[in-house]
């Protein structure tokens, strides 16, 4: 038997590593305005639920709700941004499905 044969057998079997890793996509977690939840209450579920979120911002992303109607509030990785948008459905916000970034 020679030393080749594995060689050989292992290059066949193993998987091609030449294909160009691709990023995680990226989803935007949008909360939408309604008739019905205060801007005390939009803010304070900002606060609690997306990481890094400070008061200033979450008082403005309220107030964009508000004038436009809704506000991008979070943007990462998909499971991630499943969550935020599952726990502030859960507090009772208006939530767009969410969208590749």
Avoid at 59 to 71: I, K, P, S, W
Avoid at 92 to 101: C, D, K, N, S, V
């Amino acid at each position: 038997m020679t030393t080749e044969a594995p060689t050989r057998l292992a290059q066949q079997s193993s998987p091609s590593r030449t294909g160009v890793r691709q990023p995680y996509p990226h989803f935007k977690v949008i909360v939408l305005d309604d008739d019905f939840n205060t801007f005390q209450h939009v803010t304070e579920c900002l606060l609690k639920y997306i990481p890094g979120m400070t008061l200033p911002l979450a008082r403005q992303l309220t107030v964009q709700v508000d004038a436009e109607g809704q506000a991008v509030v979070w943007v990462g990785p998909q499971e991630q941004a499943e969550l935020y948008h599952q726990q502030l459905l859960r507090e009772g916000l208006t939530m767009a499905p969410l969208e590749p970034a």
